[in-house]
């Protein structure tokens, strides 16, 4: 079992920055690959960034590249999201996820464990 907890949304003008945080606990950290996902209202879910268990690997959709930065901290057992210049259109509630065997591409059913999300608003 491995329990995520999510932190960092809020109210944000288009424009700013915030920083999402998932704190996992439960399993060895550093051998578990990580993904940030987000779903807007009537939407599908989608994938927004993905982490190597070892932190040399990044992927990231499209829309988000040169804004989000994906990083971990394997002292502190945390995933970071960085984003930055954000724009209304990335309004959603924002979850991590883990795969127990190191997977983090764009694959939702290849996730493990999911926190509970936290939500991000971006005005105009």
């Known amino acids: 079992q491995v329990q995520l907890v999510e932190s960092g949304g809020g109210l944000v003008q288009a424009g700013g920055s915030l920083r999402l945080s998932c704190a996992a606990s439960?399993?060895?950290?550093?051998?578990?690959?990580m993904g940030w996902f987000r779903q807007a209202p009537g939407k599908e879910r989608e994938f927004v960034a993905g982490?190597?268990?070892?932190?040399?690997?990044?992927n990231y959709v499209d829309s988000v590249k040169g804004r989000f930065t994906i990083s971990r901290d394997n002292a502190k057992n945390t995933v970071y999201l960085q984003m930055n210049s954000l724009k209304p259109e990335d309004t959603a509630v924002y979850y991590c996820?883990?795969?127990?065997?190191?997977?983090?591409?764009?694959?939702?059913?290849?996730?493990?464990?999911w926190g509970q999300g936290t939500q991000v608003t971006v005005s105009s």
């Open positions: 996820a883990v795969d127990t065997r190191g997977y983090f591409g764009v694959r939702r059913d290849r996730y493990d464990y």
């Open positions: 982490l190597s268990s070892g932190g040399r690997t990044t």
């Open positions: 439960g399993r060895t950290f550093s051998s578990l690959g």
